[in-house]
């Protein structure tokens, strides 16, 4: 499956970058846009935008979503035009935005503009905000993620401080988005196949996994090694003991754990499962324990699967569930967002009757020294008109 990436604020230039600069199955091309230059800059990938030279100063958006909506409104044709002078055969476009930054958050008219100028689908993959995060952050995310989700086709929220693993963010990024690239490189993979080997017993296609996906969705994987007997008779596990269905659910179940972000599974509409290991232990294996298991204990209707032979040492499975409707870590991202935007309301409201009671005030003291001179004169009058 071939997507045109297009990286978007320094959270996804930085992985879209990675993807961009992958040698393998699939052929990724792309485009990285921002409205820092010395960014765009420092990515390796040779196309790249500039957004709102003339909004912007070019050192970023400084958190500002609104006017980065008006750089995108402004701009997007001459993206689009960008896209396709670079562009060659895709199957889908592949936003990677940070959903808390200035300029990530304002993507709403530039995924409806790629809507309207294309007829492939359009997928987010959309960076949560941090604990470690600005308030600020938190705003423009409330603010803009329920548009962003109605205007693709499907949307992936990556939850970081669920991979920063007890980390520092900042300490963790470059292996956050290396884990990221991989999930999805498995679910590209799907459809590119170059010689007859690499077909499995159950073979997914591109429609396989376009017709998966919608609305919210989450991709999780869970890998085990498998190091066969070599010339010193070394092994770190026996071969019968691997090469049963229970591994492949149990690798099932250990993927839904293994989530870019927790949800509850089964709220999901529809799944797709990839397994993923030597073509030998495929051809036993096979993807169907792990989507029986799915439609039984998920109790999800539309599920599809298949095999990918791979030369990794060891069975992987790659687990895509698609229509959640529920997420805690979403809710609470979206209420704490919503509390913050009302106590800044309020904060606004109080400071605005504190300058107005400091106004009163002060007219106030006005008037009592107006008064008092109004006074003075009026017995300096009297006790004139008494001496006389």
């Given at each position: ?33 921002d ?5 765009l800059?420092f990515?390796?990938?040779e ?57 990530g958050?304002?993507?709403e ?34 603010q ?27 300490s963790?990024?470059?292996r ?7 999930y ?23 429609s396989d996994?376009?017709?998966?996906l919608?609305?919210?969705s ?23 003991k ?5 591994v ?12 870019l ?39 999800i209707e ?12 060891g ?22 967002g919503?509390?913050l ?38 017995s ?9």
């Amino acid at each position: 499956m071939r997507p045109f990436v297009i990286g978007i604020g320094r959270a996804g230039c930085a992985i879209a970058d990675i993807f961009l600069k992958s040698w393998g199955r699939v052929p990724y091309q792309g485009l990285l846009i921002d409205t820092d230059k010395s960014f765009l800059n420092f990515c390796s990938h040779e196309h790249k935008f500039l957004l709102g030279t003339r909004f912007f100063d070019g050192n970023g958006s400084n958190l500002n979503s609104e006017l980065a909506k008006e750089a995108f409104e402004y701009d997007k044709y001459d993206i689009v035009e960008k896209i396709d002078s670079i562009k060659d055969v895709f199957d889908c476009l592949l936003v990677i935005a940070g959903l808390g930054g200035g300029t990530g958050s304002a993507i709403e008219p530039f995924l409806k503009e790629l809507k309207a100028s294309y007829t492939e689908p359009v997928y987010v993959i959309g960076i949560l905000p941090s604990e470690e995060d600005l308030e600020n952050v938190f705003l423009n995310f409330s603010q803009n993620f329920k548009g962003i989700a109605e205007s693709a086709d499907a949307l992936f929220p990556v939850d970081n401080d669920k991979l920063k693993e007890g980390m520092r963010l900042r300490s963790w990024f470059s292996r956050i988005n290396e884990k990221i690239f991989r999930y999805f490189n498995n679910i590209f993979e799907v459809g590119e196949y170059r010689h007859r080997r690499e077909l499995g017993t159950e073979t997914l296609s591109v429609s396989d996994v376009i017709n998966t996906l919608t609305g919210v969705s989450v991709v999780g994987n869970a890998l085990i090694e498998i190091k066969e007997e070599n010339k010193f008779g070394f092994f770190m596990k026996k071969e019968e003991k691997l090469i049963k269905p229970d591994v492949v659910v149990s690798l099932t179940q250990k993927s839904l754990e293994n989530t870019l972000i927790d949800v509850d599974p089964k709220s999901a509409r529809k799944a797709l499962v990839i397994v993923r290991g030597n073509k030998k232990y495929l051809d036993f294996l096979g993807s169907i324990p792990a989507r029986l298991w799915i439609e039984k204990e998920l109790g999800i209707e539309e599920v599809r699967g298949g095999d990918l032979p791979s030369e990794i040492r060891g069975i992987e499975v790659t687990v895509l569930l698609s229509g959640i409707k529920i997420s805690e870590k979403l809710r609470t991202l979206y209420k704490q967002g919503k509390l913050l935007k009302k106590s800044k309301m309020d904060i606004e409201i109080l400071s605005k009757i504190v300058e107005k009671v400091e106004k009163i005030n002060f007219r106030m003291k006005d008037l009592e020294r107006e008064v008092k001179e109004l006074n003075a004169t009026v017995s300096k009058i009297l006790y004139e008109e008494e001496g006389e």
